[in-house]
C-alpha cells in the first residue's frame, strides 16, 4: 500500500469519526439563556469541525501527490489504483483492530475501565504481533498488557484522580 493511499484511508477513518463525534456532541444539553459557547457540546462539535477540516485537507493532498506521481511515471491518471489490502491477513487484522475499537466503549460500561482496557489490549497486541516470540508469545503479551493496563491505572486513577468506569469489578 503506498502513503498516499495510506494518507486516503486514515483522512477518511478520521473524517467519519470526526462526524460522528459531531452528531454524538449535538445531543450534550444546552443551557438556556446563556451563550452557546457555554454548553457542553460546543467545544467537541468545534474540534470535529476542525477534524473534519483537516481530513480533508490530508485527502485531497494524497489524491493530488497520487496523481503528480502518475503523471510523473508516464501513467495516466485515471489509471485504477492497487487494491488497498496486499493480503487477506492484512484485511482480517484491520477487521479485528476495528471490531475491537467498536465494542471496546460497550464491554467498559460493564466490565468497567481496568478489565476491558486489560482485554482490549491483549486482544490488539496478540492479533498485531504476528507471532512475536513464539512459544512465550501468550505470556509476554499477558504481562506487557498487564503492565500497561497498571501503569495507565496508577497514573490517571491514582496520580491524576481521573474517575474511570468502575463496572462489575470496582477497584
Given amino acids: 500500500m503506498t502513503i498516499q493511499r495510506r494518507d486516503m484511508i486514515s483522512g477518511a477513518v478520521f473524517g467519519a469519526g470526526a462526524v460522528a463525534l459531531f452528531v454524538y456532541a449535538s445531543g450534550f444539553p444546552v443551557r438556556e439563556g446563556h451563550a452557546a459557547a457555554v454548553s457542553p457540546g460546543f467545544y467537541p462539535r468545534i474540534l470535529a469541525a476542525l477534524l ?3 481530513s480533508v485537507i490530508q485527502i485531497s ?7 503528480r506521481n502518475r503523471r510523473a511515471a508516464g501513467a495516466n491518471a485515471g489509471e485504477a489504483l492497487p487494491p488497498v489490502w496486499k493480503d487477506k491477513n492484512a484485511f482480517t ?6 471490531g475491537a475499537l467498536i465494542v471496546y466503549p460497550f464491554v467498559m460500561r460493564l466490565t468497567g475501565f481496568t478489565i476491558t482496557g486489560f482485554l482490549f489490549l491483549g486482544t490488539v497486541i496478540l492479533a498485531l504481533s504476528g507471532g512475536y516470540r513464539k512459544g512465550r508469545q501468550l505470556a ?27 463496572g462489575i469489578i470496582r477497584f
Fill in 52 to 54: 473534519v477540516v483537516l
Fill in 93 to 98: 487484522l484491520f477487521c479485528i483492530t476495528l
Fill in 140 to 166: 509476554f503479551i499477558a504481562g506487557i498488557t498487564a503492565g500497561i493496563t497498571l501503569l495507565t491505572y496508577l497514573v490517571f486513577r491514582l496520580f491524576l484522580k481521573v474517575p474511570f468506569p468502575a
Fill in 61 to 67: 493532498g494524497a489524491v493530488l501527490a497520487e496523481i
